[in-house]
């Protein structure tokens, strides 16, 4: 049982998906998100988790671009020899050096390309051969990663052992045909599903853009009538501004016809007080005559009763010469004229 590693690498639940090897049953598989990035880093089948996780940590740990610590080093393909995920067979390994041997002596590059890319194809059959090793291990009961020389061994012995083991392995080769048989139904119906999804998704993403057009052209209208709106108000706005500003000039010229007339009214009110004082000075002094004219006609009355009285003492003419030439100086006086 090998040690727990990279424990902070959090384990999903199980998912059944399709498989990623030939003849692609479906599997569980478990994903391992990496607690740097929070990524999921590798998918891995559920009976592999405890021999692959670890490996499958320390490769996204040298790629990880949040892992700020320190991993251990590649090793090379001879001293690493076969890991735990892809233990590649001892037929393999002198091809590899010999290849190896022929790249240090470099003839032909073409040549060591295609050598190389068949060790990569046959080293890629042997990860898948070894995956399906283990499958068949977990299904002996036996303890995977197993050699093929192991598992050859266990099935020659099971069926040595008698002939009901035999009968039973029968009748697990039969379970796992109808089971295999089941899988494939099971994948056409889930294809069929898949074709269905994959039709009602067409129809959905077709309505989606017709209502998106919709909704487009819904807007293109709003906007027109927005715009339209927008117009009419601004035309609104302008014939309204036309108006005040008509009424501006009106209200301001009855106020400059209320002011010239209030001017021309306190112009007036000032001639007509002009005139009331001129006419009060004109009564004033029409006063002051009608007074001197009393008084010298009360001085021209006591005078003339004056000379009256003498007029009757003396009886003569010498006293109505007199009185005329009173009268006459009175007159002169009030006129100012002289005669």
């Known amino acids: 049982m090998p040690s727990r590693k990279y424990v902070d690498f959090e ?13 692609y049953e479906p599997c569980n598989y478990v994903d391992i998100t990496c607690p ?14 405890k021999q692959t996780k670890s490996t499958e940590c320390l490769k996204h740990l040298r790629v990880c671009p949040e892992f700020k610590g320190e991993v251990p080093p590649k090793r090379s393909a001879a001293a690493a020899g076969p890991s735990t995920e892809e233990q ?18 470099v003839v032909d590059p073409q040549e060591f390309e295609r050598l190389k890319a068949k060790v990569d194809q046959l080293t890629q ?12 291990a977990v299904h002996m009961g036996l303890p ?15 069926k040595e052992s008698s002939s009901s083991v035999a009968l039973i392995m029968s009748e697990d080769a039969k379970k796992m045909c109808q089971q295999r048989a089941d899988f494939s139904r099971m994948l056409t119906q889930k294809d069929e599903t898949i074709l269905q999804k994959d039709d009602l ?12 057009e919709e909704t487009l052209r819904l807007e293109a209208q709003h906007k027109e009538e927005a715009a339209r709106l927008e117009a009419q108000h601004k035309e609104g706005i302008r014939l309204k501004e036309a108006e005040i500003r008509d009424a501006k000039e009106r209200l301001e010229a009855q106020q400059n016809e209320a002011e010239r007339q209030r001017v021309e009214a306190e112009k007036q009110q000032a001639e007509a007080e002009r005139q009331r004082v001129e006419a009060e000075k004109q009564q004033a002094e029409a006063e002051a005559q009608r007074v ?4 010298l006609q009360d001085e021209r009355d006591a005078m003339e009763s004056k000379f009256r009285a003498q007029l009757k003492r003396q009886r003569c003419g010498t006293s109505k010469s007199l009185l005329s030439q009173a009268e006459q100086g009175h007159k002169t006086r009030v006129t100012g004229k002289k005669p």
């Open 11 to 23: 384990e999903s639940k199980s998912i059944e998906r399709r498989g990623k090897l030939p003849p």
């Open 125 to 136: 059959q042997q990860a898948q051969h070894h995956v399906w090793w283990g499958e068949v």
């Open 292 to 295: 001197t004219v009393k008084r």
């Open 88 to 105: 590649v067979s001892t037929a393999i390994i002198p091809i590899h050096d010999k290849l190896v041997t022929t790249k240090s002596k």
């Open 36 to 49: 740097h990035c929070k990524k999921v880093c590798a998918e891995i089948r559920e009976t592999l988790v």
């Open 201 to 212: 998704i067409s129809g959905q993403k077709q309505l989606l853009e017709k209502q998106t």
């Open 144 to 158: 995977p990663p197993q050699d093929p020389p192991v598992l050859v061994d266990a099935v020659r012995m099971i």
